[in-house]
């Protein structure tokens, strides 16, 4: 069965420094996600991205963050300066099209910031 | 601004007990989903539903357009069913950016 990878599974970094978060989303799928989860609390919305560019982005997502299709499989989230607050699970999901259609989901990065 | 509530928050049950978590939402949607969140924290995708009913072995998802109101069932629960069931939503418009409810932590005891 087809699934989402995220790389790696668990990521311990520095304040101030630059992190990258890789996803491989289902390969015939058209949208991309990137969701965040700080401990104990509800899952939120990142980001969109579609036909090479942000569809949709949330106030979470502001100028330290970006993300890029470097080619056609990856998908990568990048925090330039992590801050404590960044420390969360961040969630790739892919799906076959918008709307009412099913998400999957990779497993997860757990981001720690030091 | 569409809000996503579940309950309960917690719900612990004696195996073979039938489960029932309850999902509200604020405005008009596209699809409901719902998810289980396992202790390692991975996502995994249940049911997305936008009328009716489905069934998938022993778990059941329902979901009252007007009432704006789902539920997930499980019957004869097991602990293995232990984890974390999230409904979350699909606004009508714009991508999929699912908005997420806070989760049922649910505990079934052998």
């Known amino acids: 069965e087809p699934e989402v990878t995220q790389t790696p599974s668990h990521q311990v970094t520095q304040m101030g420094q630059e992190v990258i978060l890789r996803c491989v989303p289902i390969?015939?799928?058209?949208?991309f996600y990137w969701y965040r989860q700080i401990l104990g609390q509800k899952v939120e919305f990142l980001v969109s991205?579609?036909?090479?560019?942000?569809?949709?982005k949330s106030e979470i997502f502001d100028d330290q963050f970006s993300v890029e299709r470097p080619d056609g499989s990856n998908f990568t989230l990048k925090i330039r300066s992590t801050k404590l607050e960044d420390s969360a699970m961040y969630f790739c999901?892919?799906?076959?099209?918008?709307?009412?259609?099913?998400?999957?989901f990779g497993q997860g990065t757990r981001l720690t910031v030091v | 601004k569409n809000e996503v509530e579940q309950s309960p928050q917690n719900l612990t049950a004696q195996e073979g007990e039938f489960i029932t978590i309850n999902c509200s939402y604020s405005v008009g949607i596209s699809a409901l989903h719902w998810l289980q969140q396992h202790p390692g924290g991975g996502i995994v995708s249940l049911f997305m539903?936008?009328?009716g009913k489905k069934k998938h072995g022993r778990l059941i998802a329902t979901i009252n357009i007007q009432e704006k109101h789902s539920s997930l069932h499980i019957t004869a629960s097991h602990p293995r069913d232990s984890a974390v069931y999230i409904c979350a939503s699909s606004p009508i418009q714009g991508a999929q950016k699912l908005v997420f409810g806070q989760g049922t932590r649910l505990t079934i005891n052998p």
């Open positions: 991205f579609y036909n090479n560019e942000i569809s949709e």
């Open positions: 390969s015939n799928h058209l949208y």
């Open positions: 999901a892919s799906s076959q099209d918008r709307g009412s259609t099913e998400a999957f």
């Open positions: 539903l936008s009328s």
